[in-house]
């Protein structure tokens, strides 16, 4: 019997988690308790180096114990543990304020695409690689003309018998630049009608024929490139899939983007502050009451929401372990994505001006964080399909109705 199944019934789940709680004790470092920078997320890769002496430990500790993906097969270095466990493991961390030892388009999106579509011979070769942190993946989805119409994408990949030849370019690509490989959908079939004529293929950025521009944001910051592919060769073997079946995989994909969105919000990296505090931090009372009446009625409006949407991550976990097809997904990362929005814009209204500063003396962290993390809320309610096409992908497959 596997480690997964002698752990299900609610006894053993109990006894799971004092021992789940008793390692995170001794092992997890003080310093990884701590509300994580940007700065200090560990993202792996061939020239990556630990952010302090604790990030290491603690990722070496999660690593060898099978805790980085704790549901992943063990034959390829995941912890082998059932839904349940995971989410027992997920629990306890958050319970601690411990930190993610691992971030990453590897963790978060390619390797449980992989798991349901490689072959063995490519699991084999790249989960182990993703879990141990050894390379770091990026994404090439979207195009300068294709980004919520993906499937007009138009970079190209020729057969040439024992290669692919790739041109074209991809954009938005997250950390292109610092990333070792790239998992890229590619057009293989001009002629075959547009979805039906794309392949996902995983390509080495050092090849040659590929480089990356930085795209800078107003921020001054740039974690955007374009990336170009000129003449580049793929081995066949980097294809996963069938041959023009790619859409199927980059869906898939997509669920696991999406589901990362709608949850981003409860497992911010930064200080998490919430509104009902802070209100008490910085508004005015009157017997007790917030005195803005607006903010008020705002307030409780989040907060039900938020308590919605925990009933509804609740609801599509035991859905999903009874194996129960449910809509429920499909409207998380709209439903998740907006409420950060409504929060950031909600810390805003209630810091005032405390809450517009980006840098310089006069604001605390939490002061400068509300500020990043509202433009980010933005971005995220366009990362992984824009908020308009979720609401359109809603109308179709969830409400079912009628198309214009
Ligand atoms: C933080 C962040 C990280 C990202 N990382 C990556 C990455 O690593 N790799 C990658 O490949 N891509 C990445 N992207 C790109 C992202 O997937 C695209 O931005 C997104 O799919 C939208 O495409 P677009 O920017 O081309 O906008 P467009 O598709 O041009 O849309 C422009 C506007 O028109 C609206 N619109 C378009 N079509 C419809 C419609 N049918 N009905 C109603 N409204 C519509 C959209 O909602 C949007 O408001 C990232 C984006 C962000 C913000």
């Known amino acids: 019997m596997s480690a997964a199944e002698r752990s299900n019934n ?47 430990i603690w990722f070496e500790r999660m690593r060898d114990k099978g805790w980085i993906c704790p549901e992943w097969p063990s034959e390829y270095g995941g912890g082998g543990l ?33 798991l349901e579509f490689g072959n063995e011979a490519q699991k084999q070769e790249h989960i182990r690689d993703i879990l141990n942190g050894t390379i770091r993946w990026a994404q090439g989805y979207s195009e300068p003309g ?4 993906l499937a ?39 002629d075959a009608k547009k979805q039906e004529g794309i392949s996902f293929l995983l390509i080495d950025m050092d090849d040659p024929g590929i480089s990356t521009t930085p795209i800078e944001l107003i921020s001054g910051e740039s974690e955007f490139c374009q990336t170009f592919f000129d003449d580049v060769k793929v081995p066949k073997k980097n294809l996963v899939g069938e041959l023009n079946k790619g859409w199927s995989v980059a869906k898939a994909l997509l669920v696991h983007e999406r589901k990362l969105m709608s949850e981003l919000g409860s497992d911010s ?13 910085y508004l005015d009372f009157e017997d007790g009451k917030i005195s803005d009446h607006e903010l008020r009625s ?23 372990i009874a194996g129960v097809r449910s809509a429920a997904p499909l409207i998380m990362k709209y439903a998740g994505t907006e409420a950060e929005k409504q929060k950031s814009e909600l810390l805003l209204a209630i810091m005032g001006s405390q809450g517009l500063g980006w840098e310089g003396e006069g604001f605390n ?29 809603i109308a179709k497959n969830v409400l079912e109705l009628p198309q214009g």
């Open 10 to 56: 609610v006894q053993d789940l109990e006894q799971f988690r004092l021992e789940v709680r008793d390692w995170l004790q001794d092992n997890c470092p003080e310093s990884q308790r701590q509300p994580i920078t940007p700065e200090e997320q560990y993202y792996g890769g061939r020239d990556s180096s630990f952010p302090s002496d604790d990030a290491r």
């Open 82 to 114: 059932s839904p349940q466990q995971g989410k027992v493991i997920k629990e306890e961390m958050k319970a601690i304020r411990a930190r993610a030892p691992l971030y990453g388009h590897g963790i978060w999106m390619l390797g449980p695409a992989m």
């Open 146 to 149: 294709s980004g919520s119409d």
């Open 152 to 190: 007009s994408l138009q970079c190209k990949a020729e057969d040439k018998g024992d290669y692919y030849l790739v041109n074209g370019s991809k954009t938005w690509t997250t950390s292109a630049d610092k990333a070792d490989r790239i998992f890229c959908l590619v057009r293989t079939d001009p």
């Open 269 to 281: 990296p930064r200080e998490i502050v919430v509104p009902n505090q802070a209100a008490r931090q």
């Open 298 to 320: 705002k307030l409780v409006e989040y907060d039900m929401e938020m308590h919605a949407i925990g009933l509804t991550h609740f609801r599509t976990f035991e859905e999903k």
């Open 365 to 393: 962290r939490a002061e400068l964080d509300t500020l990043r993390l509202w433009a980010m809320s933005y971005a995220m309610t366009i990362a992984g399909g824009t908020s308009e096409v979720q609401l359109n992908l």
